[in-house]
């Protein structure tokens, strides 16, 4: 019969040492920041941006959790708010330097809940790193809206078409959308309903 080699207490962890490896965060693989802007009552004459407000910057998958479960959830705000995930350091703005060049890929949902679903996976699928042109993203936006909410993933190089296209597959199927389109920032400046350049 085998007998069992006795193990030296040393090799034993003892239990404070295991909760402290399971109490330590796991960090992501960059900051992200929420943004929030609250137009539900916009005011005459204000520029557009002004109730746009930087909330929180995380760098953790327990603080990414506890601020989507206390927070940033699209069915706890009002009509007409936005909810933002960007990497931290870019603004949710055509104005920010990486955005400039950028354009945003657009899928609309008649149905809350399906903007709740869609805003959460695509959560996951930013933090967690899953798309292969990761560097070309900046973030991701919720409008709640009364008609029709809106989710925007928002991208640097607009006319990278190989790279969009490649965001564009991957997002779809990660939100399970039947179409989703394209536009860039320089055409939204021009025109309020910039056209398609590229769907999926
Ligand atoms: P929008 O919010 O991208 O369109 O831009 P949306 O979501 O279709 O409209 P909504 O009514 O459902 O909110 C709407 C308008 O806001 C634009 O035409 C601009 O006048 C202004 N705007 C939007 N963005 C994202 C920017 C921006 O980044 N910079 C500036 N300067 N204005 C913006």
């Known amino acids: 019969m085998a007998t069992e080699a006795p193990v030296e207490a040393t090799e034993i962890p003892s239990v404070a040492a295991a909760e402290t490896v399971e109490k330590q965060p796991h960090k992501l693989e ?13 005011k005459q004459g204000v520029a557009w941006g002004s109730s746009l407000r ?4 995380f760098e953790t998958v327990e603080e990414f959790w506890s ?3 206390q927070i940033f ?4 705000v009002t009509v007409n708010a936005d909810f933002h ?10 104005e920010d330097p990486e955005c400039a060049n950028g354009g945003k890929w657009t899928a609309t949902s008649s149905r809350k809940a399906n903007l709740e679903t869609m805003w959460l996976e695509t959560l996951m699928a930013l933090v967690g790193e899953q798309f292969d042109e990761s560097e070309d993203i900046c973030g991701v936006v919720a409008s ?7 989710l925007s993933l ?19 199927e990660i939100i ?25």
């Open 144 to 150: 709640v809206r009364r008609s029709q909410d809106k």
């Open 154 to 172: 928002w991208t640097k190089t607009a006319t990278n078409e190989a790279a969009q296209m490649g965001i564009g597959r991957k997002w779809k």
């Open 67 to 69: 601020l989507y479960d």
């Open 85 to 94: 995930l960007f990497k931290a350091g870019i603004e949710p703005k055509w």
């Open 54 to 57: 930087k909330a929180y910057t």
């Open 176 to 200: 399970d959308a039947e179409k989703i389109s394209y536009s860039f920032h320089d055409d939204s400046k021009r025109e309020r309903s910039a056209k398609s350049r590229y769907t999926v």
């Open 30 to 42: 960059r900051k992200w920041t929420f943004w929030f802007d609250n137009q539900s009552k916009p």
């Open 73 to 76: 959830k699209p069915s706890k």
